[in-house]
């Protein structure tokens, strides 16, 4: 939806992302969302995926195209790594220290 809301509706990409983001916490009183101290440690990182025409992740889905989710943190603790159901990571986030 954030895709399709940044290249048909002509949002910027981060502005489309707030919307999926802090205007739904906000709206809904969750505890995530919005990156704050007391709020909930999650965390998608994402990057452009693999042949995207974008330079950048903002850029990528400015045109279209869906982010590469490389890791999702939940409650401060790494969940999930590369996706298999996004397109690839340009970038692909690694777990140190283990």
């Known amino acids: 939806m954030v895709s399709l809301l940044s290249s048909l509706g002509e949002v910027?990409?981060?502005?489309?992302?707030?919307?999926?983001t802090g205007n739904t916490a906000r709206m809904r009183?969750?505890?995530c969302g919005i990156i704050e101290v007391g709020r909930a440690a999650?965390?998608?990182?994402?990057d452009r995926a693999q042949h995207s025409a974008g330079k950048n992740?903002?850029?990528s889905v400015q045109?279209?195209?869906?982010?590469?989710v490389g890791m999702t943190i939940i409650d401060g603790i790494?969940?999930?790594q590369r996706?298999?159901?996004t397109p690839s990571a340009t970038k692909?986030?690694?777990?140190?220290?283990h």
């Open 29 to 31: 009183a969750l505890d």
């Open 63 to 68: 045109l279209g195209d869906l982010p590469g």
């Open 42 to 46: 999650d965390f998608v990182i994402m």
């Open 83 to 85: 996706s298999r159901n």
């Open 92 to 97: 692909v986030p690694e777990i140190a220290g």
């Open 57 to 59: 992740l903002l850029d």
């Open 78 to 80: 790494v969940r999930t």
């Open 12 to 20: 910027p990409a981060e502005i489309a992302f707030c919307f999926a």
